[in-house]
């Protein structure tokens, strides 16, 4: 299995060749179920991200004579496979060795033992079993290369512990005097509450789903219903407010189909944001709203004009039947035999038969337009009755959708046009099924957790990495003391976040990056999202609702979401978008300010005291992180993410591997890249950074190991 990717490598085929993109790695999840512990062979494959019944594009690339030996052979693999998976899931504290897979294996699929143990060793190699907090059985057979990771967050933390688990000697460099990077419980006494990730998406495909059975954590169901409050505090009612939302899923739907079914995704050479075009589709929304409306106005105006004719020809009708009639009366009482009418000289009788002959046709014509009457009248009753809004949506209608945007804006830690129209939401497809969860006692619990027994080096924070064919060199800087301090390795793990790349003055690689990796870096947005976290001694809420949202009429994204997740009396205020960058501008008391104040008017004054302890991040200043999470801007192909998780060659590595006589040796690189950052199918999440620790240290495993 590990000699395909050297083979790979000495065939001189180019490192963007590597196979383990997030493509090849993962399988669109399908099936809702709240049991993540699998009961079939099936389930445990798809809890594992792979698809049950067929191979994934990484299995076909390591195991090729399946496929030429034909349905049979494949069938045995995925049996195998799904076995392994089983296993695993259905006892993940204890480390799963080949020796029980072997003994669990019914026949005839225990006689196919070497191929069993190469589905062991991929299994193992890319993380889909023994991973975690779990018992070693076996003891780790060291490999003599020593491995330094920079970051402690929880890329950084699963790629050191699959690097350990590997044989690899490991050292993580932390920045912080903590763990977890952009996972970060505040915390007094009893009371928490999340600053960084706080809500797992779901267990079914979820990484997090092991943890949780390795480590119980304590995992709340988080309600989807969420209570709308309007600028004065009343609460919107749910029937205007869903309104309101299918709208937004309309117009989002509609951008969507403009760059996915049409293709219309740039203009004047420009790539389009998600914000421009959702703004168009606004505007085209309401000029058709303002056409229907003008049209309906016609019509009705038509109508009133003909029924105004019709009535005028009714009344002249109506005075030609009176005199007529009159006239018919008169030349009946006229007893004289001849009657003179238009030179024609007529007898009384015959005129008269001919008056009584126009008096029946203007009685017909009387009782036509009567009929047509009655229709008209009719119609204008009905477009009366349905009226058409002269506006697409009223002006408060258009402030509920503003915090529908804010609500997609925290979603991505950025104003929605900053948003790639095309790639925005390309991860869509690999959500994991379940429902949201918050862990009661903190997220931190989860990376404290994983970082026991790991060497890891506090608040050293790298400056400078030097890598050449040989070794790599770190020069690094004691945030504390300000003294620098050198390091030298094997191989590197950089799982800096990509708000770090995108300043060089905080670090430095030499040589350079690649010219595409850097380009990448520029490309791709980091976004912030802030949070206001508020201890109180005792709830003024509604415990049932687990968020509530706040209309802001001054600035969308400030203030317009509280969360209500933990048990205990806290709760958090979100400042997304455009506002959260503004309001790390200003004193956090001012901020604490503004989130009381819509307390206030949503509980009213007497029922909010002031909160007894609270904290607001900004991860938007934090030397850290610069920002809270990725996203796709319209200057970026979501390829990029595949670039950024690349792992770099020196210019001399590339010369080589482009020279017709490469030694493979050389070829190794020494810089591999994770984090949320370099995940395209799970970026800006917390499984996204585990996946990418695990995906670096198979890499890693993958070219040192044999
Ligand atoms: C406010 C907020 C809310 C979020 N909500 C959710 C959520 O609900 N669910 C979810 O799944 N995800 C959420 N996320 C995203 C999630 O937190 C991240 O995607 C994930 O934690 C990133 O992990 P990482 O290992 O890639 O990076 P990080 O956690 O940032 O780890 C990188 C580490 O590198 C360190 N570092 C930086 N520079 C240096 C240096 N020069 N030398 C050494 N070390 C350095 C940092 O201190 C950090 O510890 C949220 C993030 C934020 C900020």
Redesign the pocket.
């Known amino acids: 299995m590990q000699c395909d990717y050297l083979t790979l490598i000495s065939k001189n085929e180019s490192l963007d060749a590597f196979p383990l993109t997030d493509d090849n790695l993962s399988s669109e999840s399908d099936g809702e179920t709240e049991n993540f512990v699998p009961t079939t062979l099936d389930y445990a494959a798809t809890v594992s991200r792979l698809p049950a019944s067929t191979l994934s594009q990484l299995e076909k690339f390591l195991f090729p004579n399946l496929i030429s030996n034909g349905v049979t052979a494949i069938e045995i693999f995925l049996y195998i496979r799904n076995h392994i998976l089983y296993l695993w899931h259905n006892e993940s504290r204890i480390e799963l060795t080949f020796e029980k897979v072997i003994s669990r294996l019914h026949p005839p699929y225990n006689k196919y033992h070497s191929l069993a143990k190469d589905i062991y060793d991929y299994l193992l190699r890319y993380s889909y079993i023994n991973f975690g907090i779990f018992s070693l059985i076996k003891p780790v057979t060291k490999c003599g290369k020593k491995v330094i990771v920079?970051?402690?967050?929880?890329?950084?933390l699963c790629a050191a512990r699959q690097l350990e688990n590997f044989g690899f000697d490991v050292v993580i460099?932390?920045?912080?005097d903590r763990v977890?990077?952009?996972?970060h419980t505040f915390q007094v006494d009893h009371l928490v509450g999340d600053?960084?990730?706080?809500?797992v998406?779901g267990l079914g495909g979820n990484p997090i789903a092991v943890f949780d059975q390795q480590l119980n954590l304590d995992l709340s169901k988080i309600k989807q219903q969420c209570p709308l409050y309007n600028s004065r505090g009343g609460m919107i009612p749910r029937d205007k407010d869903k309104i309101v939302e299918t709208e937004f899923n309309q117009l989002l739907e509609a951008a969507s189909e403009l760059s996915h079914q049409m293709n219309f995704n740039s203009f004047q050479n420009e790539n389009l944001s998600l914000g421009n075009t959702f703004d168009q589709v606004l505007h085209l929304q309401n000029v058709k709203t303002k056409r229907a409306f003008v049209q309906h106005q016609s019509i009705i105006i038509q109508i009133q004009e003909s029924i105004e004719t019709v009535l005028n020809d009714l009344l002249v009708i109506e005075d030609l039947i009176r005199t007529r009639t009159q006239l018919l009366s008169n030349v009946k009482e006229i007893k004289c035999e001849v009657f003179r009418q238009d030179e024609v000289s007529t007898t009384n009788q015959e005129y008269s038969l001919q008056l009584e002959d126009d008096i029946n046709s203007l009685f017909s014509e009387y009782d036509r337009l009567k009929g047509n009457l009655t229709i008209q009248e009719s119609r204008l009753q009905l477009l009366n009755e349905n009226k058409m809004n002269e506006v697409y949506l009223s002006i408060s209608d258009m402030k509920m959708l503003e915090w529908h945007i804010a609500n997609l804006e925290f979603a991505n830690a950025t104003i929605i046009g900053n948003l790639s129209l095309q790639h925005w939401d390309q991860d869509d497809d690999f959500e994991f099924t379940g429902s949201h969860l918050s862990l009661q006692t903190g997220y931190s619990t989860l990376p404290d957790a994983i970082s026991k027994g790991l060497n890891i080096h506090h608040s050293?924070?790298?400056?400078n990495v030097q890598y050449d064919t040989e070794q790599i060199q770190i020069t690094a800087e004691n945030v504390k003391d300000k003294t620098t301090l050198s390091f030298e390795c094997d191989i590197v793990v950089c799982?800096?976040?990509l708000g770090?790349l995108k300043h060089p003055e905080?670090?430095t690689f030499q040589p350079p990056l690649p010219a595409d990796k850097q380009q990448s870096i520029a490309n791709m947005g980091f976004g912030v999202?802030?949070?206001v976290v508020l201890c109180f001694k005792q709830r003024f809420w509604n415990p049932d609702i687990h968020h509530f949202g706040y209309v802001n009429p001054r600035s969308r994204g400030e203030m317009f979401l509280f969360w209500n997740v933990m048990k205990t009396p806290v709760l958090l205020a979100l400042i997304a978008g455009k506002a959260a960058l503004e309001n790390e501008k200003l004193k956090d008391t001012v901020v604490l300010g503004k989130a009381m104040s819509v307390l206030h008017k949503i509980f009213g004054e007497d029922s909010v005291p002031e909160p007894f302890e609270w904290c607001i991040?900004h991860?938007g200043n934090d030397p850290?992180?610069f920002g809270?999470?990725s996203y796709v801007s319209p200057k970026s192909s979501g390829k990029d993410y595949d670039q950024l998780a690349m792992p770099v060659l020196t210019p001399e590595q590339n010369n080589a591997l482009n020279s017709d006589n490469p030694e493979e040796e050389l070829h190794l690189p020494r810089l591999f890249f994770a984090?949320?950052h370099t995940m395209r199918n799970y970026p800006?999440?917390?499984?996204?950074?585990i996946l990418?620790g695990f995906r670096e240290a198979g890499r890693i495993a993958d070219l040192y190991l044999t």
């Open positions: 920079l970051g402690a967050g929880m890329s950084g460099l932390e920045a912080r977890g990077g952009r996972i600053l960084g990730a706080m809500v998406t050293i924070a790298a400056r799982t800096i976040p770090v905080c670090i999202l802030n949070k991040s991860w850290f992180s809270s999470y984090g949320e800006a999440t917390v499984h996204g950074a990418s």
